[in-house]
């Protein structure tokens, strides 16, 4: 592919009960391209724990894909409350999950990690009282 | 072992939607982004939780299948969802544990 592939999303913030349909969009449009299983697992993880976060912890936002012939790049963008503390955000087991959230099976504090742990490279770009972009790259190549 | 071929063992359809996958391996675990941390693709997904975002975990994990203990039903929207999206659900009465331990006398 020449030119890059760009899907867009507007992730409603209302409904998490039925959040993810963007990632599980994505993965449809991957496999449609022929990528390999196992980086659109990868892709579709990140992508999810994102999605599920602008949605529980933001009130919604936009997503961004772009494939290329090397990297997929996923580009999540709220405006929620920021986060506070990043590095304690991306601890395993820190959440300030609900117990509503609890009970659909999130708030382990788990999500930040797996998203670094399936992406090759993350960045968080976060202001309180303004939103956090967080933008992952998964490389094809490697 | 494949994932119809527990049906013949006392796990029962919910949905199938690709009875031929094989097994490999099983996670067991309740917290969706433990689940999605450490399950590996193709492994059976024992829990006892049963809505919406099971079915998305279970698509985007790409697990084998998800395995309903302790006689947890699926609700109609998340059993439609599960169709859907290609995703087997099986059920069982046994709790987790011993879903496991058949589990793992059979893969
Ligand atoms: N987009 C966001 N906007 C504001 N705060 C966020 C956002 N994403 C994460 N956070 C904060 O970081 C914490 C940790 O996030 P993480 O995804 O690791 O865990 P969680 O969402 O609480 O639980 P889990 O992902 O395991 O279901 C959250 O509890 C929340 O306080
Ligand atoms: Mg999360």
Request: proline residues 2%.
């Amino acid at each position: 592919m020449a030119e890059p592939l760009v899907f867009h999303f507007d992730v409603d913030g209302s409904d998490f009960t039925s959040a993810g349909q963007a990632s599980v969009q994505i993965k449809k449009s991957l496999r449609q391209l022929g990528l390999p299983s196992e980086i659109i697992r990868r892709v579709s993880i990140a992508m999810y724990e994102g999605e599920i976060n602008m949605v529980i912890h933001a009130n919604g936002g936009v997503a961004d894909v772009i494939v290329t012939e090397d990297c997929v790049e996923i580009i999540l963008k709220d405006q929620g409350p920021g986060i506070e503390n990043v590095e304690q955000a991306m601890q395993e087991g820190f959440s300030t999950a609900t117990s509503t959230i609890h009970s659909l099976g999130f708030g382990a504090g788990m999500g930040l990690p797996n998203m670094k742990r399936y992406s090759d490279t993350m960045e968080i770009d976060t202001v309180v009282g303004v939103g956090t972009t967080i933008t992952m790259k998964i490389f094809l190549n490697q | 072992m494949t994932v119809s071929g527990l049906l013949e063992h006392g796990f029962r359809e919910v949905v199938l939607s690709d009875g031929d996958r094989e097994i490999d391996g099983c996670y067991m675990g309740d917290l969706l982004s433990w689940v999605m941390g450490r399950a590996q693709a193709d492994n059976a997904w024992i829990t006892i939780m049963s809505n919406l975002n099971v079915v998305a975990v279970a698509s985007l994990a790409d697990t084998a299948c998800v395995i309903l203990t302790e006689g947890v039903e699926l609700p109609d929207d998340v059993r439609a969802a599960a169709e859907m999206r290609d995703v087997n659900v099986l059920s069982t009465d046994l709790p987790s544990y011993d879903a496991a331990v058949l589990l793992s006398t059979l893969i």
